[in-house]
C-alpha cells in the first residue's frame, strides 16, 4: 500500500493513512516481520559469537597478573552515565534477604546478588518482552500505551536510581570524614539540578551532619541551584564566577573517570 504524501499533520482520518495496526492488519505490511525471521537470524548471531567468546576464554588465557592489593579503596563508582545501575545494585543492599529450602537440593538463597542480578536484569527483560507485547507500528504514545508506559517507567527509574546513587556517595565521603574529624570543605558543588542537590541534602539529613555550604549546577542551561532557595541563579554566560563553576565541574569529571579507569585496571589486571 502506498502512502500519501500529507501537507499538514498526518491523521488517521486523511487518506493513505494506515487505519489497522497489528499483525491481522489486512493491507500490506513492507519489511521481514520480527518473529520468527528476525528473532532466528539474531539468535544465530548470538550463538555464534556466544561461542566466539567461550572458545577465545578457553584457549587464549590473559595474563591477569597478581591479584588486587588490599589498601586500594573500595569506593570504586562507575562513570557518571551508569551511575543508576550503581544505585540499583545499592537498593539490593535494603531489600530483604531470606533463604527458602534450606538443607534441600532446592535451596534458594535470596540475597543481595540475588536483587541485584534481578533489578539489573528487569530493563533488559523489558526491552526483550516488549516486541511481544506491542506490535503495532504505530509510533505516536497515544496509540502505543505498552510502549509509552515501558519508556516512562525505564526514564523514572533511571532518574530515581541516580538520585540514590549520589545520596550514597555523599553519605559515604562525609561520614569518613565525620568519623575521622577531618574538616568539611567550604563548598560542595553536586552535577545536577535541584533533584540532585535534594539527593545530596538527603544524604546529610539521614546521617545528622550539619551540611557545608551545597550547590549544584545544572548542564543545558547552567542553572545554578543553592540550597534552601526554591528559584535557580541564572548567570551570565560570560559570568566569571560561572566559568570557574563549569571549569571544577569539568575538572571533576576528568579526575573522577581517568582514577576510576585505574582503579579498575588494578583491579581487573593487576597493574
Do not use: C
Amino acid at each position: 500500500m502506498e502512502i500519501e504524501h500529507v501537507k499538514e499533520k498526518i491523521l488517521e482520518g486523511r487518506p493513505g493513512f494506515p487505519r489497522e495496526y497489528g499483525p491481522q492488519r489486512r493491507d500490506h505490511q513492507p519489511g521481514i516481520p520480527l518473529f520468527p525471521q528476525e528473532a532466528t537470524r539474531d539468535l544465530v548471531v548470538i550463538f555464534l559469537l556466544t561461542g566466539i567468546m567461550f572458545f577465545l576464554s578457553a584457549f587464549v588465557t590473559p595474563l591477569l597478573g597478581p591479584a588486587r592489593s588490599p589498601q586500594l579503596s573500595e569506593l570504586i563508582v562507575p562513570d557518571w552515565y551508569l551511575l543508576f545501575s550503581w544505585g540499583l545494585l545499592k537498593v539490593a543492599d535494603i531489600l530483604p534477604q531470606f533463604v527458602v529450602g534450606a538443607g534441600t537440593p532446592l535451596k534458594a538463597d535470596f540475597n543481595a546478588v540475588f536483587w541485584g542480578d534481578l533489578l539489573t536484569g528487569i530493563p533488559i527483560i523489558a526491552l526483550l518482552l516488549l516486541p511481544f507485547l506491542d506490535r503495532g507500528r504505530e509510533a505516536r504514545p497515544a496509540k502505543a500505551p505498552i510502549r509509552s508506559a515501558v519508556g516512562v517507567a525505564g526514564i523514572a527509574s533511571i532518574f530515581t536510581s541516580s538520585l540514590y546513587a549520589i545520596r550514597e556517595v555523599v553519605a559515604r565521603r562525609f561520614k569518613r570524614l565525620d568519623d575521622q574529624g577531618e574538616v568539611f570543605p567550604d563548598i560542595l558543588l553536586i552535577d545536577g539540578g535541584k533533584g540532585q542537590l535534594g539527593a545530596a541534602l538527603a544524604a546529610f539529613s539521614a546521617l545528622a551532619i550539619e551540611p557545608p555550604m551545597v550547590i549544584s549546577l545544572a548542564k543545558r542551561e547552567e542553572e545554578v541551584f543553592v540550597m534552601h532557595v526554591d528559584e535557580p541563579l541564572r548567570l551570565s554566560r560570560h559570568s566569571y564566577a560561572l566559568r570557574l563553576l563549569q571549569y571544577v565541574r569539568d575538572e571533576a569529571h576528568r579526575f573522577a573517570q581517568h582514577y576510576h579507569h585505574i582503579l579498575r585496571r588494578r583491579s581487573t589486571l593487576g597493574e
